[in-house]
């Protein structure tokens, strides 16, 4: 049976025999999900997925939203899938069961977001963004605030955003103009405009909870005197029911190159004076509260990546199986049979790399979720140190280095459909549209490779990078084993150590007053360190393959598992060695990118 939105043996493969999430269960915390309740839930998912969300994927982008008098109306198909999503309890899939979660380790609702996300994303982002501001809440907010908000954001009867974009800042928070002021019964009244709000105003929930970052009247400049405050579109009364409308309005949404699903607004903040919110955590500390959502949020734009990823290439590798065109290179005469794509030696290099690149994805986003789940049930505190060390490193990978790697498969998903992948006849143009986005939000990927070189680099005194480089090395180590990796292994572990001396070379330049040049390197350097991760996860997956095949796999397993091996060796063979050219041009330093005068590049 064609597989669609993601593969499910895959899925498989990496949650029990890559990572062994099932070893999770022995600890109480996640005691009840043992490999049966797993696979229940991702079957679950992929049911929903499968019959309920990805029928409205179409619909919902041809329909879009739409902006009436301050009032948002989402695609109608998206009011019956999030009622679905309210009752199976998706929303909050890994929170405290005492505020309506449902406890999952962080590995398994990553498979989840996989199908919903390939499914349809630009749905999905209500839903994420509700979730993230009841963690705000759940980390941040006091008894009061939990006991208000919580368990309704978490259920779904209530929505949350995030309010932080404005129209002059951009990516600069710090530059925001929003202000706060204090009332005598501690509230705030605030007032200002916020942008590119995703979900600001929607029609699936009664209630909209919106955290929005704002400056208190006489508080520091830029980002340290930020603080974060409680806003809801409708306010609460001490009982927990629904006031008079709150002073916050939604002005318009974007047409957009896509999500056109998913409703992007304009936010107006006390225009009558009267916009009501509480404080969220401390006065001042607005940027250390996001911060500590961030690597869940940048995590989050990975899988909606993947997930279009994902998509895309299945969607591709079914079409290329079924249709017929061309004669075989190596058939002779006239009368030779038309053969399926497949057959033609460059599709099979771009279905080889988007394999490679959608299943390696796959493995190291989950396999960040297995570092989380591994922190909350340690007790080791000096491991748990190194293991958040790696997470952190590993954070502006799963959300640069793949999106960008994820875009480049949905173009490949358009390219194999040929014309047809162009029309809106097929999903591989929405896709493609749909994923950019994912480029953007949660930080641009250029922001993304600054944090890596400007700050993850040097994190724990650059332990946390040598963590990660260590981890690359034990999975060498075992790769060495099976004759059929040896020399991936070494490949591999020469382009890790060439990561390793670039590293050091350009952490040092931009110490130096070679800064300027060594972050124009910078993207660069984020995208060899994105191909050295992958083919690290790419060699463990042939590992466990090779080990498998070596033990005697199952028939109808061995196809698998070779391609595992293909996978690794595509790329290693392909992709790794191009980086190791890239390590050659980071060393190099030139800085003619920053050297350039601004007339110079032309267009007077």
Not at 75 to 95: T, V
Not at 375 to 387: K, S, T
Request: charged residues 25%; contains cysteine; aromatic residues 8%.
């Amino acid at each position: 049976m064609a597989q669609v939105v993601a593969d499910r043996r895959d899925v498989d493969f990496v949650l029990h025999e890559q990572l062994r999430v099932e070893e999770l269960s022995g600890h109480p915390l996640f005691a009840e999900f043992t490999r049966k309740t797993v696979d229940l839930i991702v079957s679950e998912a992929r049911s929903l997925a499968v019959k309920e969300m990805m029928p409205a994927l179409k619909s919902g982008d041809e329909e879009g939203c739409t902006f009436d008098g301050g009032r948002v109306t989402v695609p109608e198909s998206f009011h019956r899938i999030y009622d679905l999503f309210r009752e199976g309890g998706w929303i909050a899939m890994c929170d405290d069961p005492g505020w309506g979660g449902q406890g999952m380790p962080a590995t398994v609702s990553l498979a989840v977001k996989n199908y919903f996300h390939g499914a349809n994303f630009p749905f999905v982002l209500t839903i994420l963004l509700a979730h993230g501001a009841g963690k705000l809440v759940e980390r941040f907010g006091t008894d009061r605030q939990k006991a208000l908000f919580l368990k309704k954001m978490y259920a779904g009867e209530w929505g949350g955003t995030m309010l932080l974009t404005e129209p002059e800042a951009g990516s600069d928070v710090g530059a925001l103009t929003t202000t706060a002021v204090r009332n005598d019964d501690g509230t705030y009244t605030l007032t200002g405009n916020k942008i590119f709000i995703s979900s600001g105003e929607q029609d699936l929930t009664e209630n909209i909870i919106h955290p929005v970052l704002a400056r208190i009247e006489g508080a520091p400049a830029g980002t340290a005197g930020i603080s974060l405050f409680l806003v809801p579109k409708i306010r609460v009364n001490d009982d927990g029911s629904l006031g008079e409308p709150n002073d916050l309005v939604c002005t318009g949404i974007e047409e957009k190159m896509g999500i056109h699903g998913s409703p992007t607004c304009s936010m107006s903040l006390g225009a009558r004076g009267r916009c009501l919110g509480t404080l969220l955590g401390e006065e001042n500390k607005g940027m250390r509260a996001m911060f500590v959502m961030m690597n869940e949020a940048r995590l989050d734009v990975g899988m909606q990546a993947l997930g279009c990823a994902s998509a895309s290439f299945l969607n591709a590798l079914n079409y290329a199986r079924e249709r017929v065109q061309g004669r075989h290179i190596q058939a002779t005469g006239k009368d030779a049979p038309g053969v399926p794509i497949i057959q033609h030696p460059d599709v099979r290099r771009m279905l080889l790399g988007m394999k490679a690149v959608t299943e390696g994805c796959r493995s190291l986003l989950f396999y960040i979720g297995l570092l989380e789940d591994r922190i909350r049930v340690g007790g080791d505190e000096a491991e748990n140190a190194r293991r958040q060390g790696i997470i952190d490193v590993l954070i502006p990978i799963a959300k640069g280095y793949v999106t960008d790697r994820a875009f480049e498969v949905c173009s490949q998903g358009v390219q194999i459909y040929g014309g047809y992948g162009y029309t809106r006849e097929y999903p591989q143009e929405q896709y493609l549209r749909d994923c950019k986005i994912t480029h953007i939000y949660e930080g641009t990927n250029s922001i993304q490779a600054m944090d890596l070189l400007g700050r993850k680099l040097a994190l724990n005194h650059g332990r946390a990078f040598g963590d990660l480089l260590s981890e690359i090395r034990k999975t060498v180590e075992n790769a060495r084993r099976f004759d059929a990796l040896a020399g991936l292994a070494g490949e591999t572990e020469r382009a890790t150590a060439r990561l390793e001396e670039t590293a050091r070379h350009i952490a040092l330049a931009a110490r130096s007053d070679r800064m300027m040049t060594a972050y124009a390197h910078a993207y660069a350097f984020m995208e060899v360190t994105g191909d050295v991760v992958m083919a690290w996860m790419l060699l463990w997956r042939a590992a466990v393959a090779a080990e498998n095949l070596e033990k005697g796999a199952r028939k109808k397993d061995e196809a698998f598992y070779e391609g595992q091996i293909a996978g690794a060796r595509f790329f290693i063979r392909t992709v790794l060695p191009v980086s190791v050219g890239k390590m050659d041009v980071i060393q190099g330093c030139d800085g003619i990118a920053v050297d350039i005068s601004d007339d110079a590049f032309g267009g007077k």
